[in-house]
């Protein structure tokens, strides 16, 4: 088998590296054998990563048993609810990117011959899989699992997702600070990723349906006996793919794609996997518009389980009705079951015989939790390149606002007004500025629609964005990530007091009723310079990040 990682016997390079290498106690018949990253975003910063390191060893350890040499590298570990503290938010997008370079500079400097990615936080799966993607190097996506969470005194269910919610309600007196403390003691017991269908689970969902992990991997128990075997098992699974050359863009293709999009569309995911699909496509070189395949599928497929926070199941139930694997074969008469795995089968072959074993919390494609898709992709004057709105996948609500704009460039401001009543029933709440450009780096807007429903408001003050939001928002009528953003040229960043927005979910519609004429009066605004002001890894984020439209990926290039 011919491998990158073995240089010419006899060349400066390979003399060097051989040096170095067996200094670590590998032989010249280990130097041979391919050569496999094992990408750890470990951090003891939060229990997303804490226990990867374990995982890691492990992996590591049944690749040297297969056959193999391992070499565990590491990344940053992005974790959105502890690095979204400081610069706005702006760390949380950014990091994705910063995690893909990582990985790249790792495993292309040191011409390794393949990967197994450990998948936990929201941002490590779509860098790994960006980074996958632009290598083009055999991958395994491992998904490392979700965490437990406790009960209240009352039986009711108390996480993190929880938590994040109920903290919006202080201001407002609707909880007492010892009472959110009180839900935050119990609301973690291990270590893993958040249990609702946020954006952690519904990545490593799409990993799988997108052929990059073993079949049944996700959704899945941190520390499970499923969890460690799906580990062990990728040690053959990725030197089976580098003997017989079984790379990310022959898997990763515009089928597997679709199918990704169904599968969030199922299983009522989270609004930001359509950024971090459309940036994966891009570097991976597949030409797709995730947004316009989000409201072409949108329209057959509605939502086929309901999980915390889209409904009232449990991760663990779903987990048990088949998680993604049950998901797709539900989705069988719309996927392209053509397309490759990482395993080598075809996507229908991984399928064959396989039952689900609840339908009724992973119903048939013609028996949705609800008749729409929970993703709605709305375009219109006010955003002309879309925007997105989350739906409950079981309750029906308002899908139809029209009021004047009252308009915020930062978030803490909202929700002092909010607090302080400044914000009026009927009104639409403009905040912009939290685009890729704008903050930089893409900042929270969760935490307003929170402070709305913790003043009473929800449903009667509409929101409209270029931030992104949580998984959590699906209350009230909320459009997020309004492109273009408000830091670039585009009517969003036009927009003033008391203008006119009106809001039509049903017919994915987001106008600014104002006159041609009079935006382009207004085209005095002062125009943001992307990275003004801004230094460090943020500013080089800022001036070289594509629209959202192109995934906000960091090769101008590609947009």
């Excluded at 109920?166 to 249990?195: F, N, Y």
């Excluded at 996927?335 to 119903?363: F, K």
Aim: glycine share 12%; net charge negative; aromatic share 4%.
């Amino acid at each position: 088998m011919e491998l990158r990682s073995n240089f010419p016997v006899g060349s400066p390079r390979w003399a060097t590296r051989r040096t170095q290498w067996k200094v670590l106690g590998l032989t010249d018949a280990d130097l041979s054998k391919p050569k496999i990253a094992v990408v750890n975003s470990s951090s003891k910063l939060a229990p997303c990563f804490s226990h990867l390191d374990d995982i890691a060893d492990r992996v590591c350890q049944a690749i040297r048993d297969a056959g193999g040499i391992a070499f565990e590298i590491r990344t940053v570990a992005p974790t959105d609810f502890i690095m979204a503290a400081g610069a706005r938010g702006g760390y949380v997008l950014s990091s994705r990117d910063l995690l893909a370079n990582d990985v790249e500079a790792a495993v292309e400097g040191a011409m390794l011959d393949g990967m197994v990615c450990l998948a936990s936080c929201d941002k490590t799966t779509p860098g790994q899989l960006i980074a996958a993607g632009r290598t083009n190097l055999p991958t395994v996506v491992v998904p490392c699992g979700y965490q437990p969470c406790g009960v209240m005194d009352n039986g009711e269910p108390a996480d993190i997702e929880e938590v994040f919610i109920k903290a919006g309600h202080v201001a407002t007196g609707g909880i007492t600070v010892e009472d959110l403390c009180a839900i935050s003691d119990r609301a973690i017991g291990g270590p893993g990723v958040c249990t609702g269908m946020g954006t952690a689970n519904t990545m490593h969902i799409v990993a799988e349906a997108l052929g990059m992990t073993l079949p049944g991997a996700a959704p899945v128990a941190a520390n499970s006996p499923k969890m460690w075997a799906t580990a062990e098992a990728s040690a053959t699974t990725i030197l089976n793919a580098i003997r017989e050359d079984r790379r990310p863009r022959d898997i990763m293709t515009g089928g597997a794609f679709r199918n990704a999009v169904a599968a969030v569309l199922a299983v009522s995911g989270s609004i930001n996997s359509i950024k971090h699909l459309q940036a994966i496509a891009v570097e991976s070189g597949v030409g797709i518009d995730i947004n316009e395949a989000f409201a072409e599928l949108g329209r057959d497929v509605g939502p086929l389980t309901a999980v915390r926070p889209s409904g009232p199941d449990s991760i663990e139930s779903f987990e048990a009705a088949g998680g993604a694997r049950g998901v797709l074969s539900q989705l069988r008469p719309v996927l392209d079951l053509g397309v490759a795995t990482i395993g080598g089968p075809t996507l229908g072959e991984t399928l064959e015989g396989y039952t689900v074993p609840d339908d009724t919390v992973i119903r048939p494609l013609d028996r949705p939790r609800a008749p729409h898709a929970t993703l709605q992709i709305l375009r219109g004057s006010l955003a002309p390149e879309g925007s997105i709105v989350k739906l409950s996948a079981t309750e029906r609500r308002q899908d139809r606002f029209t009021g004047p704009a009252v308009v915020f460039e930062d978030a803490a401001e909202a929700i002092v007004a909010i607090n302080g009543g400044q914000v009026e029933e009927g009104s639409v709440l403009v905040l912009r500025g939290l685009g890729p450009v704008g903050t930089p780096g893409m900042g929270m807007a969760s935490n307003v629609v929170f402070a709305i429903n913790g003043a009473g408001l929800t449903g009667k003050v509409a929101v409209v964005t270029d931030g992104q939001l949580s998984g959590l928002v699906n209350q009230g009528i909320v459009v997020g990530e309004v492109k273009p953003e408000g830091a670039v040229d585009g009517p969003l960043r036009l927009v003033r007091d008391g203008d006119e927005i009106a809001i039509d979910i049903p017919a994915r519609v987001v106008d600014l009723r104002v006159t041609a004429a009079e935006l382009g009066a207004r085209g005095d605004r002062p125009r943001s310079v992307p990275g003004e002001g801004t230094s460090g890894w943020l500013g080089v984020y800022a001036r070289n990040v594509t629209p959202l439209e192109h995934g906000a990926t960091l090769d101008r290039r590609l947009a």
